[in-house]
């Protein structure tokens, strides 16, 4: 495991290199997506990299990890919604292999992993990781072999969220994510963590031991995974 502590800013830029190398290397590599606050700033270094003409996602396809139930692509706080607005509307990668799991129809989530596994499977998979331990929506306790699966959202995520909704009533109480075995099948991984929220959970996911009580702990068992933390994020270790 590679672990790069620097500024905010700093860990966008280094970050964004890795999709350029990769995207140089093999440009129809499968991407494979995250939401959330944390990689704002690596978007937006991707869309400006696209933009000067310095990588290109013609070629590219993408996976995102995760979906709430219940809202379709046009709500606000779908994650298919925040991809569309915060990168792929922005860059030159052909929509129709931009894929979010359905948070509508959820009667076969793991139609997903087969569509993954028949496209080649991911070659660079993004997290963020929750305050507690959470990759994708794997909440602690998801055993270490799942693949994409239905998940009762724990209180603190959906308080840890609610921010972006007007209310906690409006917060979803399910999602559908990739499981952890379908992260740990992404040939390479990056995790990037920002803020001091996330200083105690980073200590337990680097130091502690591998447990599913900790899902993001896994990654200490993956050949592939590139950490990228804020000096925050980074105080505790
Ligand atoms: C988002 C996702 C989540 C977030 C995590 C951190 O697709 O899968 O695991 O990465 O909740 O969220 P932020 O970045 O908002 O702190």
Request: hydrophobic share 40%.
């Amino acid at each position: 495991m590679k672990i790069i502590i620097d500024s905010a800013g700093k860990i966008a830029a280094l970050a964004a290199q890795q999709y350029v190398d990769l995207l140089k290397r093999k440009p129809n590599a499968i991407l494979g997506g995250a939401t959330g606050s944390t990689p704002l700033g690596l978007y937006a270094e991707l869309v400006r990299l696209n933009k000067a003409g310095e990588i290109s996602f013609k070629d590219a396809s993408s996976f995102n990890l995760d979906e709430y139930v219940g809202l379709d692509g046009t709500h606000d706080q779908s994650y298919r919604y925040f991809m569309d607005h915060n990168l792929f509307d922005h860059i030159d990668i052909d929509k129709s292999r931009t894929r979010v799991p359905s948070g509508i129809d959820v009667s076969d989530p793991s139609a997903y992993d087969k569509e993954i596994a028949a496209a080649g499977g991911v070659d660079l998979q993004l997290l963020g990781i929750g305050n507690n331990g959470h990759i994708g929506f794997n909440e602690p306790g998801t055993p270490f072999g799942s693949l994409t699966h239905v998940v009762e959202l724990t209180e603190s995520t959906r308080d840890a969220n609610k921010r972006f909704f007007k209310s906690i009533d409006e917060v979803p109480t399910h999602a559908v994510t990739m499981g952890v075995k379908t992260v740990m099948q992404a040939r390479s991984i990056i995790l990037m963590a920002i803020g001091p929220a996330k200083a105690p959970i980073m200590k337990e996911m680097l130091q502690g031991p591998v447990t599913e009580k900790v899902p993001a702990s896994v990654l200490q068992l993956h050949p592939d995974v590139t950490v990228y933390m804020d000096f925050e994020a980074a105080k505790l270790l």
